[in-house]
């Protein structure tokens, strides 16, 4: 049931935001894809991809785009069209333009355009803090290490201790440990003389380079335009949180630098939001692929509008962007 309070109900929806899409049956989430439509050829089709639902399937995933291709590509063209095809990927959490392809022939050749770097991506995204420069480009390598939680988490435990086999509903508290993608500069600061050393390199770093630019600046946040040159897990992410010192809004796993935590927001924010520090972990991550220029042939230049939940966080934070 949906809670009467605007605050409450706020907070219902940003709960639901990640949930929704994952109960609902394969068929309605094709139809939804296909009601994202904003480009289609003979070649590709272009969707606006909804918050929380993930591109590939997994444990615990009821619902994926690459399940519900077949369906989407019969709604499309008609019954015996064959399944859709993936050509790159978005995180779950990350909404905007996602390009298919009706055969393989044609996702293998956007893939190549992607992993050749010949696809300009642009991306958006609401951030704590203020970028300093306001327009630059971060080049910092990147690697996956742990990190754990300095919170308990709760499990179900499929066994009680000492009865074998018996299920049970107990929860056991335990530590989360995570793989989560940091930086791997290349130098760092000696604090014994103030000098720029140079370090080792990590072998299993990746170069990343990232291109920001602010749009608009309120409510001790900044609505970022960013280009990502290169395609490392979660660039765009670790890039601002650890780069620039200016988290997404709603991204809990790049807001501390050693340990998973809810995102902590500065109190203007939250009055803007009208919301508690205790209820920012529901926010959602607010980062949008808004456009996409592909080179196939003549350039298509793809457009996806910010999703509802963006659009709002806009409004009330006072983030107000000039038309071009």
């Known amino acids: 049931q949906i809670p009467k309070d605007p605050v409450k109900r706020q907070l219902w929806e940003f709960a639901a935001l990640s949930q929704q899409l ?65 050509c790159h990927r978005l995180d779950k959490e990350t909404t905007g333009v996602m390009v298919l392809a009706w055969s393989k022939e044609a996702a293998e050749k956007i893939r190549l355009l992607f992993k050749t770097r010949q696809v300009e991506k642009f991306y958006w995204a609401i951030v704590l803090g203020d970028p300093d420069p306001a327009e630059g480009i971060v080049e910092i390598p990147i690697v996956e290490k742990e990190v754990q939680s300095h919170q308990s988490h709760y499990k179900v435990s499929p066994f009680r201790p000492g009865t074998p086999g018996t299920p049970s509903c107990l929860p056991i508290t335990h530590p989360l440990t995570t793989l989560q993608m940091t930086l791997a500069p290349n130098y760092r600061l000696c604090p014994e003389d103030g000098k720029v050393a140079k370090i080792r390199r990590n072998r299993n770093a990746e170069s990343a380079v990232t291109r920001y630019r602010r749009l608009a600046g309120a409510s001790a946040c900044s609505l970022l335009e960013l280009q990502p040159i290169t395609g490392v897990k979660h660039q765009i992410r670790v890039h601002l949180a650890y780069g620039l010192g200016c988290p997404i809004l709603g991204d809990h796993k790049y807001s501390h630098w050693s340990k998973l935590a809810p995102q902590k927001l500065p109190e203007l924010t939250l009055r803007r939001l009208k919301l508690e520090q205790s209820k920012a972990r529901h926010l959602p991550l607010h980062l949008h692929a808004h456009r996409l220029c592909l080179p196939l042939g003549q350039p298509i230049d793809l457009v996806c509008k910010l999703p509802l939940f963006f659009q709002k966080t806009l409004r009330k934070l006072e983030l107000n962007v000039e038309k071009d």
Do not use: F, S, W
Not at 25 to 33: G, M, S
Not at 66 to 76: E, S
């Open 22 to 86: 994952q109960r609902v049956h394969p068929n309605v989430l094709a139809k939804i894809l296909k009601q994202g439509t904003v480009y289609q050829n003979e070649e590709i089709v272009v969707i606006n991809k909804p918050y929380g639902v993930p591109v590939h399937g997994g444990p615990g995933i009821k619902n994926c785009i690459a399940d519900v291709l077949p369906i989407l590509a019969k709604m499309l063209k008609n019954m015996k069209a064959e399944p859709l095809h993936l």
